[in-house]
């Protein structure tokens, strides 16, 4: 990747050609048309809210520097703004009275054509220091992650769209990170995420990919359509639809691509996984109610997924018997964490089944299942620390 280093471009520079569109909501064009000041990767201008926008105008009055910005050189001798897009945006609507906004300035609030001409000369001399980068996706990326930790948080997703910029990115963003496309509402049920900061888009990408977004993005960087990826995503979405009659919170964010690969080929009756999904929603045991889809589309095998808790009472009811024939014959309590303390009198205390609780010896994290063999009785308040551990 080559870097330059650019200070020879103005306030004035940077202004010249830029509009505002007002509908798309955000600036277009300038330093004489050759820098696209908010292509396809960038957000959409947040800083037009009488706050923000007099603040950077304010700043230049006052000669204060307004920080790095960074542009992207393309192939076509174009420049694209990755990293200023807010700052340019402001100033030039200002200057170029494109929307534009009044700023104080003796006691006065002014437009541009009403400031003195020493003000204006002031803020169109101002120099930026702009640096300007040309060269591999995978090494602009790699850059801009980096000059990310202390500029503005730009999402891995955003990211990738500015290193992999180009008619596939310009189009799936159109279709993906649109607020208002049809299909947004039902995404949303199985996606998580903002789709302006482009969670959608990355979900798609990642289902369509197996997990190597770069790889497939910088393959398909050049095509002008996104039919294999809507495709995908609109086939695992109809798929999710189609299979789960319920769509609640808990579904939201799942890697439904990884189920819709493991699982799609099994046939389904909808009203079947209806009354098992509802039955697990309402089961108490069941403490992981995301894991739910997954143990249904499985065939109810791995409970594992559900997180269950509570031991049945037959089973407690065996191991409470066990434990207290056994702390009885030793003398010590039938809480076994009881009968390990140092001193006080719940060293032998014999609790009633009724004052114990049972408690997973392996805890369901590492594995350990809900089986007698896993299963010990606790006074109930050693299964409350240890359970809040
Ligand atoms: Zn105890």
């Known amino acids: 990747m080559k870097t330059t280093l650019h200070t020879d471009w103005t306030v004035g520079d940077v202004c010249k050609g830029f509009i505002y569109d007002k509908n798309e909501n955000k600036g277009l064009f300038g330093l004489g048309g050759k820098l696209i000041i908010q292509p396809e990767y960038q957000r959409n201008y947040i800083y037009g809210d ?42 030039a609507r200002f200057v170029n009275q494109s929307w534009p906004f009044a700023v104080e300035r003796g006691g006065k609030p002014r437009y541009f054509n009403s400031l003195d001409k020493n003000d204006q000369d002031l803020i169109l001399n101002t120099p930026l220091t702009i640096y300007v980068c040309e060269g ?14 202390a500029g503005v948080p730009l999402v891995k997703q955003e990211l990738r769209n500015a290193a992999y910029h180009g008619p596939f990115v ?57 039919k294999e990826l809507e495709d995908n995503f609109d086939t695992i979405i109809d798929w ?19 189920l819709y690969k493991t699982y799609h080929t099994k046939a ?6 209806a009354k098992r999904v509802d039955a697990l929603l309402a089961d108490e045991q069941v403490t992981d109610r995301r894991g739910i889809f997954e143990y249904v ?13 509570v031991f049945d009472a037959k089973t407690k009811s065996s191991v409470y018997h066990a434990q207290t024939s056994a702390a009885k014959k030793k003398g010590v309590s039938n809480c076994p964490m009881c009968a390990a303390m140092d001193k006080g009198s719940n060293r032998t205390r014999i609790y009633k089944i009724g004052e114990m609780d049972a408690d997973h010896v392996t805890a369901w994290s590492h594995g350990g299942a809900t089986s007698a063999a896993n299963c010990q009785m606790l006074c109930k308040t050693h299964n409350r620390s240890k359970g809040n551990r």
Not at 136 to 149: A, L, R
Not at 203 to 215: F, H, P, Y
Not at 268 to 273: G, L, Q, S, W
């Open 50 to 91: 009488g706050k923000k926008d007099v603040a950077v105008v304010d700043s230049l009055l006052r000669g204060y520097p307004l920080g790095l910005i960074y542009f992207v050189k393309n192939d076509d001798g174009m420049y694209e703004v990755l990293d200023g897009q807010q700052r340019i945006t402001s100033f």
């Open 136 to 149: 591999d996706p995978s090494e602009i990326q790699e850059w801009f992650e980096i000059i990310n930790i």
């Open 170 to 226: 310009t189009a799936a963003r159109a279709h993906f990170s649109n607020p208002n496309n049809a299909k947004m509402n039902m995404w949303q049920t199985y996606v998580s995420g903002d789709p302006r900061r482009q969670a959608i888009l990355e979900r798609a990408l990642d289902w369509v990919s197996g997990g190597d977004i770069e790889d497939y993005m910088a393959k398909h960087r050049d095509d002008d359509n996104i």
């Open 240 to 258: 999710v639809d189609t299979v789960f009659t319920y769509a609640g919170p808990e579904m939201r964010g799942l890697d439904w691509g990884r």
């Open 268 to 273: 389904y009756d909808a009203d079947v996984v």
């Open 297 to 309: 589309l499985g065939g109810e095998v791995d409970a594992k997924l559900l997180n269950i808790r």
